[in-house]
């Protein structure tokens, strides 16, 4: 994936094709790239994605989220590795063929329609879940367990890295190496609602923590100043490391 100008992805979570193609040209050179999700895609579709990402012109996160069986899985990859997106994403719980399948899709599609191949992501356990949601679904180990486990199936089966709060960052970051990319949403900046997450963290914890990119959607969209917040969004990120032997001189 090309370097991004800053970790951030703004999600703009609304069916409305005018309403998501303003906010992407207002912010779409402000922040890191873009992310569109299942309410915009169901609403309009690939016309849709192409109308705003010409409006951004920032990378796109294409967060379809797809957990079905290999088969299906893979051909839905296909098609959207043909809109171009930096980042897929797969339901980790799919399964290891699923996952497999997955990231052979991307890599082919690429090939053939000769265009980047993109990050495939596998979520791990949604961050809007905490461990009652979890045993409700029949998993009875605590969330950052379910998490840990399901972050070694996805790297196993050649995710490029996984979707998880940052409550599990710095874990995985340490179970996983480096290279792993870990993709958070579930952030929060300091004084904003947490709506219907519930493992969050703030963007400077979440960084700090490990994690490679922030998604944030509602604290900048809904914002009367959306421009504003995600400019301030971003002027509070720890600066990344200087790289070494990169010392100024002070003598
Ligand atoms: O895959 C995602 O992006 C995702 C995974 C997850 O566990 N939690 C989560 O909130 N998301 C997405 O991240 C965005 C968060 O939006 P806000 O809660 O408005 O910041 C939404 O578009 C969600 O669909």
Known sequence: MTPLRNPVFC????TDLNKATRMAARIGDTVGGIKLGLEFFTAQGRKGVEQVRKAGDAPLFLDLKFHDI?????????????????IVNVHAAGGRVMMEAAARAATEAAEEFLVPRPLVLAVTV???????????????RPVPDQVRALAELAQNSGMDGVVCSPHEASVLRADRGSAFKLLCPGVRPHGSAPDDQ??????????????????????????????GAAQ????????????????????
């Open 70 to 86: 290999p088969n299906t899985v893979a051909g839905a990859i296909r098609a959207a590795t043909q809109l171009k997106p930096a």
């Open 126 to 140: 949604l961050t809007s879940m905490d461990d009652e949601d979890l045993a409700g679904t029949g998993v009875d």
């Open 11 to 14: 999600a703009l979570d609304t």
């Open 198 to 227: 519930k493992r969050i963290m703030t963007p400077a914890e979440a960084l700090e923590a490990g994690a490679d990119y922030l998604v944030i959607g509602r604290p900048i969209t809904a914002h009367q100043d959306p421009e």
């Open 232 to 251: 301030s969004i971003i002027a509070d990120l720890p600066k990344p490391a200087a790289p070494a032997g990169n010392t100024e001189d002070e003598t």
